[in-house]
């Protein structure tokens, strides 16, 4: 493309991501198994995964080496980027992940899976929708990664209507993982799903959501204190008009997502590109990618014209 642009008359304009993560992986925190809701609400449990995924390989192998290790977070050229939030539990250390598995799950079988006190193995199944190759491919990766520190990792992929309604709409899966959300400015403060779980969206936390959306409701689950006072905040963000304010009301609910370490990624999305031909004008050089944006329309293509 790069090389044609000369005999085919047009050139291209760079598409931003909005998006925190390529990979945004989700442990169910609020599963229905009262066992495995402990361990996987055990923020070391989610340190020690973390700390075993060997990103720069899934990055070199599957992103053609485009990109570096990060965790679902805001860019850094961004006023609120959290460097805590971003860089965490990212450096590959199978030494780290295995001491801190050895504190909260130490026994093995004969396999070296590790074992829950009843004498279950420790299983995540990843439940996956299928069309997004990129998760599945990144998989073939990860799940030895994991293994490695004895964790009985699995991935189930299935169609997307069946995804909705088990993970989306449901809450007896194990895991899962997804992308999209917000990653600076005013698409975080629109769009934050990873940082607290304000919706639906939030697939790491269905029963917390519930609880801040509709208390009453039977499948509502009273998230810890950090959690409530990120509603709080962000309850009182959507209520301000003052700019400076709502930096700083966001600010706090992105270093409490730090500390709380609720999800973790593999690395931030790179720019994109669309190709423009030549005879388009009043187009902008540089435009969000985004869903939510939704591009190119904010542009106001009703303003091209062709030359």
Known sequence: LYDGQETGQYGFYTTTSTEPNEMVFQLNLTHPDPIKRALYQNKDFRAALSHS??????????????????????????????EQLATQFTAYDTAKANELLDTIIPNKDGEGIRLYENGQRVSIIFEIDQVRQTFVDSFQLVLPMLRAVGIDAQMRTMDRSLWEVRVRQGGEYDATVHKFGGNGGIVAILDPRYFFPNTTEAMYAKGWQIWYNDKNSVDAVEPPEATKRQFEAYNELRQSSDPALQNELMAEILQIAADE?????????????????????????????????????PTNPEQYYIS
């Open 53 to 82: 995924i060997d990103r720069q390989s899934v990055i070199d192998t599957i992103f053609i080496g485009q990109g570096a290790p990060d965790q679902p977070s805001v860019r850094p050229e961004d006023p609120l980027y959290n």
């Open 261 to 297: 370490f609720y999800v973790f990624g593999i690395t931030l999305p790179l720019d994109g590109y669309g190709i423009l031909a030549n005879r388009l004008k009043n187009v902008q050089p540089v435009m969000p990618n985004s869903w939510g944006y939704p591009t190119p329309a």
